[in-house]
C-alpha cells in the first residue's frame, strides 16, 4: 500500500495496532507485539502513545518482543535498542515493565546460544506474535537478518554488514564505535508472526523496496522471504514505493 506521505500511513498502522489491542483486550486475552526500532516506527509509537494519554489506549495486556540489539550494548546506553524503546514508547504507556523483552546485548558469550534459544521460546509460550512490525536496512535486512540469512533461522548473534555498520555509523559518531555484532530474531521467527506490517519511507529505501517485492527470493535479499507470508503489507509512501 502505498500512501501520499509516511505520517497518514504511520496513524493508520498505529489505528491497526490499537484495534488488535483492543480487540484482544475485549476477549481478555494478551495482546503479542514484535517491535521494530530506527526511524522507520518513530511516528507510529508516537501515535499510539497520543492514544494512550487522549483516547484511553491501555498497553495492560501487551506484551512485546522487539527484534533486535546490538552486542554487546549496555541497556543504558543511549544508542541501545532498549533505550530507544523506553524513550519512544514504553516510558509513556501503561505497559508492564515484565511483559516488555528486548534481547539482552549484555550476554556473554557463553550462555548466547542458549539465551538466544530461550528468547524465541518465550514468544511460544506467550502464544505467538500476533503482530509483527518491521522496518528494513539497506542491505533488505529485517531485524539484523543480513544477506545470506536462512528460511529457518531462529534468534540468533549476527556480524553485521558493513553497509549496515555505515548507516548506524552517525549514531555512533564514527563507525569504529559501531558494535560488530547483533542478536536478531531469525527469519523463522518473524515469519511466524500472524500478521506483519513492513514501513518503508524515502527515496533511499525505493531501491531495496523493489527488490523486496518484485525481485526473486533469495537469502541476498532476506526481506524478500516476506513474499512467503500469508498476511503482510508492505506500507510504504510515494518516495520509496517510487521504483515499483
Ligand atoms: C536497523 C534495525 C532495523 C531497521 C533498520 C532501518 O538496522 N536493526 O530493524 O529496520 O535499522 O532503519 P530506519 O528505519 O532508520 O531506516
Not at 540489539?69 to 504507556?93: A, G
Not at 515469519?191 to 531495496?208: P, T
Amino acid at each position: 500500500v502505498i500512501f501520499s506521505n509516511s505520517n497518514q500511513a504511520s496513524i493508520k498502522v498505529a489505528e491497526e495496532i490499537a484495534a488488535l489491542i483492543r480487540k484482544k483486550q475485549e476477549a481478555n486475552k494478551n495482546c503479542v507485539l514484535g517491535l521494530a526500532t530506527g526511524s522507520s516506527p518513530i511516528r507510529v509509537y508516537e501515535e499510539l502513545v497520543r492514544m494512550h494519554k487522549e483516547d484511553g489506549l491501555s498497553f495492560h495486556n501487551v506484551i512485546t518482543f522487539n527484534l533486535d540489539e546490538y552486542l554487546p550494548m549496555e541497556k543504558d546506553n543511549r544508542q541501545s535498542y532498549w533505550y530507544f524503546m523506553h524513550e519512544h514508547l514504553f516510558n509513556h504507556v501503561d505497559i508492564n515493565p515484565k511483559n516488555i523483552h528486548v534481547p539482552d546485548g549484555t550476554v556473554s558469550s557463553d550462555k548466547v546460544i542458549d539465551y538466544c534459544i530461550s528468547y524465541d521460546d518465550k514468544i511460544k509460550k506467550n502464544g505467538g506474535l500476533d503482530f509483527q512490525l518491521l522496518g528494513i536496512g539497506r542491505t533488505g535486512h529485517v531485524g539484523f537478518n543480513e544477506p545470506g540469512s536462512h528460511y529457518n533461522s531462529g534468534t540468533r548473534v549476527i556480524t553485521l554488514d558493513h553497509i549496515t555498520l555505515v548507516d548506524a555509523a552517525p549514531a555512533f559518531l564514527g563507525i569504529d564505535n559501531v558494535p560488530r555484532k547483533a542478536i536478531t530474531m531469525g527469519i523463522a521467527t518473524v515469519m511466524s508472526a500472524k500478521r506483519i506490517v513492513l514501513l518503508g519511507w524515502g527515496e533511499n529505501k525505493a531501491n531495496i523496496l523493489k527488490k523486496t517485492i518484485e525481485g526473486e527470493i533469495s537469502p541476498q535479499v532476506p526481506a524478500t522471504y516476506l513474499q512467503n507470508h500469508k498476511n503482510c503489507t508492505f506500507v510504504l509512501d510515494t518516495g520509496a514505493g517510487s521504483q515499483l
